[in-house]
Every structure is written in C-alpha cells, then in structure tokens.
C-alpha cells in the first residue's frame, strides 16, 4: 500500500485523474438513482448497486475510497481540500451514488462519533470497501418529523436486546445491509431520555422488508418490520437511554447532506440527486422553445438557483468547519435547497408544456417532468420536512423561542399519541 | 460579507464603518434629503484618504489595494456602504478610476490624482432613455472629426450627474463602443436633476447636443471598447450587489431585533410560529445572497470565465429574493415600516434602487440562460 498522506494536493490530483481516467465510465446519461423516478427493473437497480460496490472496492484499492476517514479505518486521513479535489476529478465520471448517504454520512459518521473502537474497526473498513451499505432506522410510520417520539422498542433479555417495531423511508433497504436504528429503551422518562441507538444486519429472521410504491411507481423506498430482532448489547451505539444525544449529531450530519467532507460527490452532480438546471436547458431545446423569452427565463432562473445552492453549501459549510457558524447553521442549505429543488421541478413542468401531462419514449428530457413535478414535494419531505428546517434556524440560528413541547417533562407512557388517546 | 477576512481586510472594514458612523448617521442621512448632492465634500475626501477611491487603480497610479484583489476589496467598503445606506458616488467613481487606469492613462495622471484624493469625483454615463435602456444597449453617437470627438445622445440615470466633475461616457462608433471622458461643464452638456426612490443618492438626466472633446479624451481606442464596457458592467454589479446585500443585513438585523422587543397579545412577534418561519427563510436568502455575491466578486476579481455567471446568478438573486426579504421586513414591522420616521426605508430604498441599476433580475436571467445554452446545448 502506497504513503495516501503523501504530497500535496497537486500530486493527490494527479493519482486521483489517473485512476479516475483509467479504470471508471463516464456517467451514464441515464437519471441518477435517488431522483424517485420509476424508470428501472429490479435487475437494471441491482446491477447498477453490484457496479457501485466494485467502484467503490476500486477506489478503496487506488487509497482513494474514505478520503476524510481515518488512517486505522482504512480511510485516507486526508483534508477536505483533498476531497474536493477528488470531486473535481469525477466530474462527469460513474461513482458509488447509492454508497454515499445514507452509508457514509449520516451512519459511517455516526459510528466514527459513538461507535466503539471495536465497531469502527469491523464496519468501517467494510463500508469504505464497499461491501457494506447501511440505512438509516429513524423515521416511524406514526413519527414524521417527530424522530425523538419513536415507538420502536428494544428490550434487554441477557447480553441481547429484542426490537420490535416499524420503520420507515429507508430508500433500497432490499439490497442494503446494515440499519442504525433508533428504538425506545425506557418508557417512563420524558421521550428524549428513554432512546438507544443499535446497529444490526438487514436481512435476517425477524426483519421484513417491504417496499413502498410512491405515487409515480417508484419502489426505491422501503418499511421495515421488525418482529423480536435479537442484537447483541455489543451492537449498541453510544449509552443506555442516551440515544438522543446520538440522534442530534446523526441528524446534523443528514443535514450536511452532500456537503460533508466524508461523501463523494462529483462536481457538476446536481443537487436531490437529479440533474437541474441544465436539464431544464436540455428541456427547453427538445420542447423546441429555446428562442421563447419566457422559457428563456426559466432557463435562467434554474441556473441562478443551482449556482447559489451551491454558493449557500459552501460557505454554510465553511462557516461550520471553522466554527464560525453552529452546527444547526446546516438547515440552512437543507431548506434553501429543497425549496428551490422543488421550484426547478416546477420549471422543467412547465417548460414542457402539454409533454408534461403525457409524453412519449421519444420526447427526450420532457418525458417524465409530469411524474418530476407530482413529486415535487419530496425535497421538501425527505431528510427532514423544510419545516423543521425552519423551527431548527429560528430556535437554534436565531434564538427565537422554542415552540411550547407538550411532551416535554411527562413521562413517554403517557404523551398522546392521537386523537382517541388525547381524549381522556 | 465573507466569513473569513484577513486582518488587514478586517481592520479596513471596520475603520470604514466607523467613519461611516461618525460621518453620515441616521440623522445625517435625513438631513440631507434635500442637499443637491447628497453628501459633502469633506467626507468623501475622509473616506478617498481611506482608500475607497485607490482599490482598483494599480500602483503606478498611486492607487494599491489590501488584498492584492481590489475588487474583494472594494466589495467591502460596498457591503459597509450598504449597511449605513452610506452616499457617495462610491460605485461610479471606482469604475470609472478603473477603466482610466486600465486604458494606459498617462493623458489620465491627472484627472486619476483628482479621483484618488477625493478632490474630484467621476461618474459613468451608461443606460440611456427607455425603451433603449435594457441592460449593455448603447446608442449614444460618438463620432471622430480630424481632432475632435463629437457626442450626441442622452443618458439616465446618471448617478451624481450634477455633483460630478467628469463623465465617462459610453457611446457607439459604428458597430463598436467608443468610451470618452468628457469634463462637466463642457460646451453642449446638459445635466437635470431626476427624482428618485432613493433618499441618499441623486440621478440626472445628462444631454449631449454636439459635445465636441479632443481626440485623446477617447478612454482606449475608438470603436473597440465592448469588452471594456462588459468588465466595467461587470464590477457596477459586483459593487452593487456588496452594496445591496449589506442593506439586507441591515434591514434583517433591525427586523430581528424588533420581532424580539415588540409584543402582541402578551407575547414576542418572535415567538410566533408563522414569523419564525418567515424569518427562517429569510435567513436562507441572506445568507445564500452573501455567498453568491463573495464567489462572484471573488470570480471577476480573479478574471476566470465563470465570472459573467455568477456575476448574472448574484444580481437576479439578491435582486428578487432580496426584495422579498426586504419586504417581509416592512410586513414583519407593520405601519411603522413604511413610514418616513422609521429607518428601515433607508434600506430598503438601497436595495430597490440597485435592483433596478445595471440590470433587472429578468435580465440576468436572460444573460444566464444564454450562457445556459453555450455551455450546455452547444
């Protein structure tokens, strides 16, 4: 194995270009996979996560695979300037999308966080080789937004811990691997004060997987079932009844999203996983309006917002990295970009006029933009409504008081948990 | 503003806010309402002394800047500027320094000398009369006869039209821009005062009927100017946007701190959900408007290709989205905000007033969906 800590970033680029030009495809021209599209088999989905993993086994043999990760963990123990620069350098090449969130951040940051050294020495590793992809256990069909709130139960028996429960929006948990999963461990303290966090495998006795079809047939994600699942209390992550002070750091990191320094984005790859703004040019050209003023707006509208995206996650995550900004400063970027996500899915709609209602296989960009935009919605959702977002920069950012917590100081057993319980 | 400044960048900042403090507050602004000008000479030769008028003119000129990057630099006094609502031909005076010192203007010395020191100011006579108003149209005949140039149009709105002791004015020759530097008071030029949505800044009218200069006050060469209007475009929308960005923050602050003080149906407007919300997407707005403006005053300082981008990116954002939140601030104070007494129109005027300054936001969105199609459709 060569010296990865070697050289400057000149070199780094180097090693990088030549492994990135020798051994990868350029980026197919195909959607990328989290753009909830319906427009795959199972078997084109598998083979397309088989492909991720041998990249991602690639990058991890060329010292290139965990850039920001810690040396002992088979990372690099690099900067984030060296990442960045590997962006650079994928620019418009094939790369491990499905290996990124929610594998590396939130989970691989979360068990570099809390997990212990014998858990970061077991899973790290794999999950920098490929051969791991986890998914995160936290939102319940009864929760939404209210993560904390989790019904989900893990009760000791021995050295084990038996969960039983549901969760939720887990995207491809059917070829996943590993869940991190929030459960409820005591009931009778205030709900913040009674959760644990725990690792398990996914495929095993107990745990059903089943996939949700969305609205526009998309089946990428997945509820989970579990029935008496067994966890060894060496699978546990962070304390007893701690879980929430896991859980905060676990949803900053989902909030930094494709801006944290451990996950791999190319340059270029447009925000939500979807292409954007130059899709919407791409549009306008198959829809035959790119001489139409209006479209033409819309055009530079889409632009104007991709670029400051982009702007607003540097500088959040400059601000983050130097302390210069809290740790919350992140739902910033969560809700600016998941507004404008959802207006660009807006203007790719319109742009394609009455292709948007019904389209053919022969209408290039246009096809699909009707399905894009009854799913606007889902950058608003997913990762945490833009709602919370909003309670998080006013309350956290600002300092804005907090909204009245009915659940706060009671014990969990006795919250209302819908209408016929609140009754009493 | 960007987060991370050097000690020498952050000592200038503050000593410029500071001046701005002492100089021209609140109470200064209002009084000078009515002032033709809008600002005495004493300040701007407090701030030229400073440095706010050197940054983009090179050493050879007597100019320098902090950074090495004047137009980071500058962007700074602008953002400060911005944030008192300061006046002061801050914005024309720099670009017309720049296009002097860039043009070889050693026939120049002087008039930059002037410019440097405060002494004199210059404005840049650009947008012309709508319908021909749209953002770079230029329609204004310049035309060479033996020794002399000959000048025949009319531009608006001039900013410090009437306070100015010379004008850079952008004409055609042909198929191309010829820039001339003509001096006020010139035979052929007059300047009328217009009115305006701002309170601190004056715009004019200025004629030109047969204004005839010598040859050499042809800034560069007759009839290729183009790229140099464009450079020139492009730092009035780097300064503008600094300049705009710092009224947000001013007005954001003042709205903050007023949803905290002011209680309605015995609690503070900030605890309100539907105001914390509003103010959470303002927060979205300001800061992505701080980013976008420091990466595309960072871009055009440096010259690289993707600068008329983020230049036309910056401009439609803070542009619209600034407005929004600028509004908001009004909404969010109620009557008060949109009375005379109250400060926040200082503010308000400063961003609406850029807004419509060196492009709308539509406009730039037209640029940018033509840089769209070259880069991605070609």
Same mark, same amino acid.
């Given at each position: ?58 990058? !991890? ?41 929610? +594998? ?10 809390? *997990? ?77 004060? #009674?959760?644990?966090?725990?690792? !398990? ?15 526009? #047939? ?6 989970? !079932? ?11 992550? /962070? ?24 996950? +791999? ?6 925000? /939500? ?29 889409? &632009? ?8 607003? =996650?540097?500088?959040? *995550? ?30 790719? !709609? ?13 209408? #290039? ?10 799913? &606007? ?6 990762? /945490? ?13 600002? /300092?804005?008081? =907090? ?22 | ?70 137009? %980071? ?16 031909? @801050? ?50 005949? %310049? ?45 052929? %030029? ?113 010259? %690289? ?51 419509? @300054? ?21």
């Amino acid at each position: 194995m060569s010296d990865p800590g070697v050289g400057d970033s000149e070199t780094f680029r180097q090693r990088a270009r030549d492994f990135v030009r020798a051994n990868l495809q350029p980026a197919s021209a195909r959607t990328p996979a989290g753009a909830l599209r319906n427009d795959r088999t199972d078997d084109e989905e598998l083979a397309e996560v088989a492909r991720e993993r041998e990249v991602q086994r690639m990058l !991890f043999d060329a010292d290139l695979a965990g850039i920001c990760f810690p040396r002992e963990y088979g990372g690099q123990g690099l900067t984030p300037a060296h990442q960045k620069v590997l962006n650079e350098e994928l620019a418009g090449y094939e790369f491990p999308t499905r290996l990124q969130a929610p +594998t590396l951040s939130p989970c691989a940051a979360v068990l570099l966080d809390f *997990g212990t050294e014998e858990q970061k020495r077991r899973h790290i590793p794999a999950i920098l080789r490929g051969e791991e992809i986890w998914m995160q256990f936290l939102s319940e069909p009864s929760g939404g937004s209210d993560v904390a709130g989790a019904l989900t139960s893990a009760v000791r028996d021995g050295d084990e811990w038996v969960l039983n429960g549901s969760k939720i929006w887990t995207t491809g948990a059917w070829w996943s691997d590993w869940g991190l999963c929030l459960a409820r461990t005591n009931w009778d303290v205030p709900k913040h004060r #009674g959760l644990t966090v725990f690792i !398990f495998p996914i495929r095993q006795e107990g745990l059903d997987v089943h996939r949700i079809e969305m609205l526009n #047939g998309s089946k990428e994600f997945c509820q989970e !079932f579990l029935t008496d699942v067994r966890v060894p209390d060496s699978d546990r992550i /962070g304390d007893i009844d701690d879980g929430w002070t896991v859980g905060t750091r676990w949803m900053f990191h989902e909030r930094m999203l494709t801006n944290s320094p451990l996950v +791999t984005v190319p340059v270029g790859f447009g925000h /939500g996983g979807t292409g954007v703004s130059s899709l919407v040019g791409v549009a306008a050209r198959d829809a035959g309006r790119l001489s139409e003023p209006v479209v033409r707006d819309l055009m530079g509208e889409a &632009r104007m917002l991709d670029i400051v995206d982009r702007e607003l =996650r540097l500088r959040i *995550g400059e601000g983050i990295a130097t302390g210069s900004m809290a740790d919350q400063s992140a739902a910033i970027t969560r809700l600016f970009s998941g507004v404008s996500a959802s207006r660009i899915r807006t203007i790719g !709609f319109e742009i394609a006029g009455t292709a948007g209602a019904a389209w053919t296989d022969d209408d #290039g960009q246009l096809a699909f933009s009707g399905d894009d935009y009854l799913m &606007r919605q889902v950058s608003c959702i997913g990762g /945490g409504t833009t709602e919370m977002a909003r309670n998080v920069i006013s309350e956290r950012v600002l /300092g804005m008081p =907090r909204e009245r917590l009915l659940d706060r100081d009671v014990p969990f057993r006795d919250v209302p948990r819908g209408r016929a319980s609140s009754r009493s | 503003m960007l987060l991370a400044l050097s000690s020498d960048q952050e000592l200038f900042r503050e000593t410029t806010a500071k001046l701005l403090d002492e100089l021209v507050p609140v109470g200064e602004l209002r009084r000078l309402r009515d002032d033709p000008d809008g600002f005495d000479g004493t300040y701007w030769r407090r701030g030229a002394e400073l440095g706010w008028t050197s940054l983009l003119v090179g050493e050879q000129h007597g100019g320098g800047s902090i950074s090495g990057q004047g137009l %980071v630099d500058l962007a700074l006094v602008a953002y400060e500027f911005g944030r008192h609502a300061a006046p002061g031909p @801050l914005l024309v005076t720099n670009v017309v320094a720049a296009t002097l010192d860039e043009n070889g203007g050693d026939g120049f010395d002087d008039v930059i000398k002037e410019l440097l020191s405060g002494e004199s100011v210059a404005t840049w006579c650009q947008a012309e009369p709508p319908p021909n108003d749209g953002l770079g149209r230029t329609f204004l005949d %310049v035309r060479v006869e033996g020794d002399d140039v000959v000048l025949n149009g009319v531009k608006r709105p001039v900013e410090s039209g009437s306070r100015a002791d010379y004008l850079l004015v952008t004409g055609r020759t042909g198929p191309g821009l010829t820039q001339v530097l003509v001096p006020a008071g010139t035979a052929g %030029v007059s300047v009328s005062p217009m009115h305006s949505a701002d309170v601190t800044r004056r715009f004019s009218v200025v004629a030109f009927d047969n204004v005839r200069v010598p040859l050499h006050s042809i800034v560069g060469e007759a009839g290729t100017a183009d790229e140099q209007v464009e450079r020139q475009l492009g730092r009035a929308v780097a300064i503008g946007n600094a300049e705009a960005v710092g009224a947000m923050q001013t007005a954001f602050d003042m709205t903050v701190e007023w949803a905290f003080d002011r209680y309605s149906f015995g609690r503070p407007l900030a605890s309100y959900q539907e105001l914390k919300h509003r103010f959470a997407d303002m927060t979205s707005w300001l800061e992505a408007s701080h980013a976008v403006s420091d990466a595309a005053i960072g871009a055009a300082a440096a010259g %690289v290709p993707e600068a008329p981008e983020l230049l036309s990116a910056a401009a439609s954002f803070i542009g619209d989205y600034g407005g929004d939140l600028m509004q908001d601030c009004v909404q969010i104070h109620g009557g008060i905000g949109v009375t005379f007494e109250h400060d926040l129109h200082l503010y308000l005027r400063r961003h609406t007033v850029n807004r419509a @300054l060196y492009g709308t936001p539509a406009e730039h969105r037209q640029r940018l969906a033509d840089i769209v199609e070259q880069e991605d459709l070609a």
